[in-house]
């Protein structure tokens, strides 16, 4: 971890993963702070049902995949 960045960004919702990113891209030294999880409200809990869908969807397939253990 560095202590000297360029870019800071609070919030790792849908606009702040995403400037992230493209910070990154540009070769900026970005750090993005994020209280709970990665991705935000929307996709995690809120407004993108669908996403959860898609999660839950990859996890079963992980999960039943007998070369991988489960938990």
Do not use: S
């Not at 990665?38 to 996709?43: P, R």
């Not at 993108?48 to 938990?71: E, S």
Request: glycine content about 16%; some cysteine.
């Amino acid at each position: 971890m560095h202590d000297k960045y360029d870019v800071l960004i609070i919030g790792g919702g849908p606009g702040g993963y995403v400037a992230a990113i493209r910070a990154g891209q540009l070769g900026l030294r970005t750090a993005l702070v994020e209280k709970q999880h990665l991705g935000g409200i929307c996709l995690n809990w809120g407004c993108i049902p669908t996403k959860r869908c898609c999660m839950a969807q990859r996890w079963r397939t992980i999960l039943r995949m007998p070369d991988r253990p489960g938990f």
